[in-house]
Every structure is written in structure tokens, then in C-alpha cells.
């Protein structure tokens, strides 16, 4: 049986929640299809030290202020998932779990979600599944051979495994930065970034490079002169234990290796070093293999949009995957305002 309904969002993380918050309040009748078994996203399989760029009352969704953790400036992930557990509760938002979208696919006037648990049938889609399901490792000579571990971000989960251990970390951002300091005093760390780090200066935050990214897509849209937005500022932020662990000595970035032996890297000029582990932070893609039926993406991997629509199919829309598909919209703070001028954009299309 084909279930009808005017849209479907897929993903029941923050986009997913920003998106039925404000198709609510434009009465328009949805549903949030989420493939994991509780709320939470991608903050359910973050690290176990990780904590916001920001305080809790500059990381909210629309409509609800996330409330301060008792102890921490930042809120950890912990805090996060409990938030949005709230948050979907609070408005009563409609989400159907576990439900995995297999393929969106055209089908006359509407589109036609097929999930493994059935099919829908709507007139506008939004896709909200981010990039956490989609790491990215660089491909790089001896890779195959190399002995230790290997992993990513996304399968990092605090420093306990590695005491003691010889760990190379890969990736000069924020999870880079955030990882090194975590594995600082356990393991025999060595840090690899591609260029030196840049870090922010320390009363930057996550509001700020909000207002950054924000300020960078007004200039863009005015025709003004690119302001650089948040990589004009830094890398880097620097949270209490990137900036403890930078200012006490270990978290010292080395320059990325050339290549890998079956013992580790060998850096351009020869020097080798052993390693019993590598962590790859070195980022993730959006994950949109639910769309390739829609034959929309560009060589770049992204599906471009005029605001969050789709450029080649109207009734389809993208929240949360970055800046393009609006400024700072894979964050907290940030998806709210290109998720309410999407739920606009579809209230005026379903008439």
C-alpha cells in the first residue's frame, strides 16, 4: 500500500526536526522518516568527549532554547541528543522510525519515497539525512598494506583503546583538533595536518561563525565582494580542551605524510615513523544515494540549489548538509532560518 501525504522529510535529526517545526506551523500535512531507532541523529554516535562550539542558548532549534548543562559551558553530545529527544516530543512532530529511505524516484505530479518499510507518496520531498553516514578517507599510496588500525572520525569513540598506543591523528579541523586533545596524555600521539593550523581566537564560538557564514551569503547575494565567511577566521575551534592541550605542548600538528609502509608514514623527505593506529578526520559527504534515482547531482557530488530547491526538480529540497544549502545549516543555530523560508516556499507550492 502507497501512503499519501503532501511531504516527506527524511532524517529525524536537527534538520529533519527544524523542518517538520516550521511544515507545522505552515499546516502543511508530513511525515519524518528517521533510519535510526531513537532521536538523537548523528549526535548518537559521536565521540564520547565531544561538546557544542557553543553555549546551549546559542545552539537551539527554532521555537525551544536548548537549556544550559549544569557544569559545562559547552554541552556534550549527551546534552544534544537529550534536547532533541524534548524537542520532538514538544511539538509532537510526526517522525516514523526506524524507516531506512531506500530511493525518491518520479513519479507524475508527485514523488515516490520507497523505504523499507513501504512506499510514500508525496508532492515535495526534503531530503535531511546530512553527511555523518557518508565518512571520507583520502586515498593515499601504501594505505592497502599499513598493518594497524584504521579508522575515521565517525568510528572514534574516546581514548581509552589507544593508552598507551602509537596513534596518528589526520586532520587539521575541528574533529582533528578535538580528537588529538582527547588522545593527549593516553597515547603517543602524532598529529598530521595539511597546512598549519588555524586556530580561532578563543572567545570565538559558535554564534560567531554563524554570524560569519551569514554575513559571507548576504554578501554573495548582494553581489558584493566574498568575505571569506568562517575560513576567514580560523580552522579551529578553540574549545577548553583544544586550547588546553595546544597551550600545554602536545598538540603540535606535524606535516601530512606521503605516503604509508606496513609499520606507518613516511613523510616526503624519507622520515618514517611506527604507528599502531591512524584516525582519519578528515571530513564526510553528503549522503544523497537515496536521490540518484533523480539523476541531480553535479561532478562535485552536491545537487545545486537555488536556496534549498532543488535546481533540476522543484518539488525536491535539501536542509542541512552546509553553506550550500544555506549558511551555517549543517549546525543547530544554524538550520532554523533556511528551514523556515523552506517550509514558506512549500506552504506557497501546496497553495
Not at 174 to 190: K, M, P, R
Not at 237 to 265: I, S
Not at 286 to 309: E, F, K, Q, V
Request: overall charge neutral.
Amino acid at each position: 500500500m502507497t501512503r499519501l501525504v503532501d511531504v516527506v522529510v527524511t532524517g529525524g535529526g536537527q534538520a529533519g526536526l527544524a523542518a517538520g517545526y516550521h511544515l507545522k506551523r505552515a499546516g502543511a500535512e508530513f511525515v519524518i522518516l528517521d533510519a535510526q531507532g531513537e532521536p538523537g541523529g548523528a549526535w548518537r554516535h559521536a565521540w564520547d568527549s565531544l561538546h557544542l562550539f557553543s553555549p546551549a542558548s546559542c545552539s537551539s532549534l527554532p521555537g525551544r532554547l536548548m537549556p544550559p548543562q549544569a557544569g559545562e559551558t559547552y554541552p556534550d553530545a549527551g546534552h544534544v541528543i537529550g534536547y532533541l529527544a524534548d524537542y520532538e516530543q514538544r511539538y509532537e512532530l510526526p517522525v516514523q522510525r526506524p524507516v531506512r529511505v531506500q530511493a525518491v524516484r518520479r513519479d507524475g505530479e508527485r514523488l515516490r519515497v520507497e523505504t523499507d518499510s513501504g512506499t510514500w507518496s508525496a508532492h515535495v520531498v526534503v531530503s535531511a539525512t546530512g553527511t555523518w553516514w557518508r565518512p571520507f578517507r583520502p586515498a593515499i599510496p601504501g594505505g592497502d598494506i599499513f598493518r594497524g588500525r584504521q579508522l575515521h572520525t565517525a568510528g572514534y569513540s574516546g581514548p581509552q583503546e589507544f593508552a598507551g598506543r602509537r596513534v596518528v591523528v589526520v586532520g587539521g579541523g575541528n574533529s582533528g583538533a578535538q580528537i588529538a586533545a582527547d588522545l593527549a596524555g593516553h597515547a603517543d600521539l602524532t598529529w598530521v595536518t595539511r597546512r598549519e593550523p588555524r586556530f580561532l581566537p578563543d572567545e570565538i564560538d559558535g554564534r560567531a561563525l554563524f554570524d560569519a557564514a551569514t554575513a559571507r551569503r548576504q554578501a554573495l547575494d548582494a553581489g558584493l565582494d566574498d568575505t571569506g565567511g568562517v575560513t576567514a577566521l580560523g580552522d579551529i575551534v578553540a574549545v577548553p580542551p583544544v586550547r588546553e592541550a595546544r597551550d600545554r605542548g602536545p598538540l603540535k600538528a606535524q606535516p601530512m605524510f606521503t605516503r604509508l609502509t606496513a609499520d606507518g608514514p613516511v613523510w616526503a623527505d624519507g622520515t618514517g615513523a611506527a604507528a599502531d593506529a591512524i584516525i582519519w578526520c578528515t571530513g564526510f559527504r553528503p549522503a544523497l544515494s537515496h536521490l540518484t534515482p533523480l539523476g541531480l547531482r553535479d561532478r562535485h557530488g552536491h545537487i545545486p540549489t537555488t536556496g534549498t530547491r532543488a535546481v533540476g526538480e522543484p518539488r525536491l529540497h535539501l536542509l542541512g548538509y552546509g553553506d550550500w544549502t544555506g549558511p551555517a545549516s549543517a549546525t543547530l543555530i544554524g538550520v532554523g532560518r533556511p528551514a523556515r523560508e523552506m517550509a514558506r516556499e512549500i506552504a506557497a507550492r501546496l497553495g
